[in-house]
């Protein structure tokens, strides 16, 4: 009997997030299912682990579901999966679905692809989901037949390992997807600012606000397909060497 694909899931949205639980039930339709998750609203962390103190899990699946939930970090959660709860070696190590967009520059500091990249590390072939809307009432339905297909496209077609997704979905409903593009990682940024706040005390805080800049004006881009109607897939790997610069900073040498 041939043995079904085993998928390692994880998130930085946590445990609870909608978006996660529409990522096992397509995944399930296609394989055995794990998913480690944090306990809680992980954004933001990017590849961080947790050093200074020690590692909890507990499980939360119900009908034999295997989900746990960890109190650590997504790529703790990638750690942790892969080494103490995944029965055999995972076929795909998959993260999201997201809340907001990990296109561009977003894919420096979001949790969702440090969990990808950790995978990457561990020689696992890794995917990261997202959908670009914030909001409790995101149509996660209308990305699962993106996320269905590039599923089992890559099932057919293993991507080396190591090799990485960072996959972002337009907030369409599933009609109006265009079709999913293969791009590179538009040139952008984000303008921050710490906004300076006071409590009902009268102590200061500060606040982060900030506003995304994309002036990329190239037409292969993740942000341009977003734009156009069209999922973005990008190819990642964790390497962060420049190799246009290579030539070129030789003088340095001794």
Not at 30 to 37: E, N
Request: aromatic share 8%; with cysteine; proline share 6%.
């Amino acid at each position: 009997m041939e043995m079904k694909p085993l998928f390692l899931i994880t998130n930085d949205d946590g445990y609870q997030s909608a978006g996660l639980h529409h990522l096992v039930r397509v995944a399930e339709e296609l394989g055995d299912v794990v998913v480690m998750a944090p306990d809680r609203n992980a954004s933001g962390l990017s590849s961080s682990i947790t050093t200074g103190r020690p590692l909890r899990v507990r499980a939360v699946g119900g009908d034999g579901q295997q989900l746990f939930a960890c109190d650590g970090t997504p790529a703790d959660c990638v750690k942790m999966g892969l080494e103490h709860f995944c029965p055999r070696r995972p076929d795909l190590v998959l993260s999201g679905i997201n809340y907001g967009s990990n296109a561009s520059i977003n894919v420096i500091y979001s949790g969702t692809i440090g969990a990808v990249l950790e995978a990457c590390l561990d020689g696992f072939a890794s995917i990261g989901f997202s959908v670009l809307s914030h909001s409790a009432e995101t149509d996660f339905e209308a990305c699962e037949p993106t996320i269905r297909h590039i599923l089992r496209q890559v099932l057919s077609r293993p991507l080396p390992a190591g090799a990485g997704l960072n996959v972002n979905i337009p907030r369409l409903p599933a009609g109006e997807i265009k079709g999913i593009k293969v791009c590179r990682q538009a040139k952008a940024s984000w303008v921050d600012s710490l906004e300076r706040r006071t409590d009902p005390l009268g102590r200061p805080y500060w606040w982060m606000t900030g506003k995304f800049v994309c002036d990329d004006p190239r037409e292969d881009t993740d942000e341009y397909a977003l734009r156009q109607g069209y999922a973005s897939v990008v190819p990642i790997r964790p390497d962060f060497t420049d190799l246009s610069a290579l030539e070129t900073m030789q003088y340095l040498e001794l």
